[in-house]
């Protein structure tokens, strides 16, 4: 009961912050992805951001043509889930278990590797030839014990598919990706309740939405500068983590901004991760090994 009562009377409390992260040093993944890992910058990461387990961003950067499609050759993945959010530039996409395709500026590949699969991922072949400006993020999305061996799974989410909120006197716009916002839905099919939302906001444009206190929050800006709870400001390429304090969030953009907002119920399961295995335990990291040492990913040509 006195949980129940806790609940009703922080409602309408602000989210507090708990950490504003400046990006870490960018890196290359592959020859084509030059990210900022935001998860290394943040202590127990895991813990407090459940269910997603990392952020690649790539900030807007100019690419020379070239006649050889830069990227990420093959790889496995086992026990989560990869997403990758395009606003700029083309990404190319193939798996073992058949998924595929390629995705231009507000479209989503939205990967199940659970099982185990094997993919590679690079700038898509006419972008590559033709050169140009690439902005992406990659996320990836834990998923619970008990579909972590589930078959392997593919989402080509396209721009014309997410949901949209046109924000009240011109504010803005927000895309959902996953989730809910304000009655609309995004196309995305997840295995626990989570948000991710696209968010842009005109200069004196506010972002407002209220999630259980139970749930992780945080936000990307991506471009411009933003008033969070009690004052606090975030500027382009922070990282912004919520605290368990408050259900309301309420973002002020004082210039023209853009941000991913991601929330979600943790899981809440124990985590063993190695490289690009996400299980339970560490038997269960070794047992991932032995299945792809004995050709259990499948099989995919290198690029």
Excluded: C
Excluded at 31 to 40: L, Q, T
Excluded at 127 to 135: A, C, E, N, V
Excluded at 150 to 176: F, H, N
Excluded at 234 to 243: E, I, K, R, T
């Amino acid at each position: 009961m006195n949980r129940q009562i806790k609940s009703e009377e922080t409602t309408n409390a602000p989210r507090q912050i708990a950490g504003i992260y400046q990006p870490p040093p960018m890196h290359w993944v592959g020859d084509g992805f030059r990210v900022a890992g935001y998860f290394s910058a943040i202590p127990d990461a895991v813990r407090q951001l459940d269910p997603f387990l990392m952020l690649d961003y790539h900030p807007a950067h100019t690419y020379e043509p070239s006649t050889r499609p830069r990227g990420v050759g093959v790889h496995p993945h086992r026990g989560f889930e990869t997403v990758t959010i395009a606003w700029q530039g083309s990404v190319a996409h193939h798996d073992s278990a058949g998924g595929g395709g390629v995705i231009g500026p507000g479209d989503v590949q939205w990967m199940t590797a659970a099982a185990g699969v094997l993919h590679k991922e690079y700038h898509e072949d006419s972008f590559s030839l033709q050169g140009g400006t690439f902005q992406m993020a990659q996320l990836w999305v834990n998923l619970p014990a008990k579909h972590k061996l589930d078959p392997p799974g593919y989402q080509a989410l396209l721009a014309a598919e997410m949901g949209k909120v046109l924000l009240p006197e011109g504010a803005g716009e927000v895309r959902i990706i996953a989730g809910e916002y304000n009655g609309a839905k995004g196309p995305a099919k997840t295995f626990t309740p989570m948000n991710v939302l696209d968010v842009k906001l005109q200069a004196g444009g506010r972002f407002e939405t209220t999630i259980p206190m139970s749930w992780n929050a945080a936000l990307l800006v991506m471009q411009g500068e933003v008033t969070l709870a009690a004052g606090k400001h975030a500027a382009s390429h922070d990282f912004v983590v919520f605290a368990h304090e408050g259900e309301q969030i309420v973002v002020q953009a004082t210039s023209e901004a853009h941000l991913l907002f991601l929330s979600g119920e943790p899981i809440g399961e124990p985590i063993a991760q190695y490289g690009p295995f996400v299980m339970n335990t560490p038997q269960e990291i070794r047992q991932a090994f032995v299945d792809l040492e004995q050709g259990k990913f499948g099989q995919l040509d290198d690029r």
